[in-house]
């Protein structure tokens, strides 16, 4: 089974500090994604990577950044925290299932990441 | 902006009854289309995915795929209460110049109680 490891389940930190989120998969998956996920609002992208050292922007990328220095880790920065990114954060990495159709990406997620900012 | 839409729930159903959920997208050039299961506290997990117009089944459950009405929906026959659960409806659009790596847009969720 692919596993995707997240670092901490939970996390308190304090408005202005930087926090990472880490994250590592154990199945050399191209395709990595953040997520967080808000009552109401379901999973927004924040930023994936397709490649080591390459990335993209989500659909709500600000406030954050991300770093993938080795194919199987990637890292989700919050540069000066602030209390509106208090959310549950979860991870993906993705495997294109050549053989089951077009656009067979399934995602496996990690257990998620409780971020409270206060 | 492309989107997702789910019907809004919360849906409740007796045991053994066929529970349906639906979901809607607005990008026409979307390819595949997932139902995921989050049990409160968990992360989602893949219940099936469909890429083809019409019905595609796994054992309780059946996805229903319309691309011309835009529409996919997912039904669960012989309902548990095992099944009380988030259903997320996601949707893997065509990125520009065909490559899709799997930016997968969700549906906000339906909340499912399937009570004894």
């Known amino acids: 089974d692919v596993k995707v490891t997240q670092s901490s389940r939970y996390l308190v930190k304090r408005t202005g500090e930087k926090v990472f989120l880490e994250c590592v998969q154990d199945?050399?998956?191209?395709?990595m994604f953040w997520y967080r996920q808000d009552p109401g609002l379901g999973l927004r992208l924040i930023y994936f990577?397709?490649?080591?050292?390459?990335?993209e922007k989500g659909d709500i990328p600000e406030g954050y950044s991300v770093s993938r220095e080795k194919k199987e880790r990637f890292s989700l920065i919050l540069e000066s925290a602030s209390t509106n990114q208090t959310s549950m954060y979860l991870c993906?990495?993705?495997?294109?299932?050549?053989?089951?159709?077009?656009?067979?990406?399934?995602?496996?997620f990690g257990a998620g990441s409780r971020l409270t900012v206060l | 902006q492309k989107e997702v839409e789910q019907n809004s729930g919360p849906l409740s159903v007796p045991e053994g009854a066929i529970a349906s959920l639906n979901c809607t997208y607005s990008?026409?050039?979307?390819?595949?289309f997932f139902w995921y299961r989050q049990y409160s506290g968990k992360s989602p997990e893949l219940i099936m995915f469909?890429?083809?117009?019409g019905d595609k089944e796994d054992g309780r459950f059946t996805a229903q795929l319309n691309k011309a009405s835009q529409y996919v929906s997912l039904l669960i026959r012989d309902s548990q209460p095992s099944d009380s659960a988030t259903y997320l409806c996601?949707?893997?659009?065509?990125?520009?110049?065909?490559?899709?790596?799997?930016?997968?847009?969700f549906g906000q969720g339906t909340i499912l109680t399937v009570h004894p």
């Open positions: 993906a990495s993705s495997l294109l299932l050549r053989d089951r159709g077009p656009g067979a990406n399934v995602l496996t």
């Open positions: 990008d026409r050039g979307s390819q595949s």
């Open positions: 996601a949707v893997n659009p065509l990125a520009a110049g065909g490559t899709s790596y799997g930016k997968l847009t």
């Open positions: 990577s397709y490649d080591v050292k390459m990335k």
């Open positions: 199945m050399d998956h191209e395709n």
């Open positions: 469909i890429y083809s117009n």
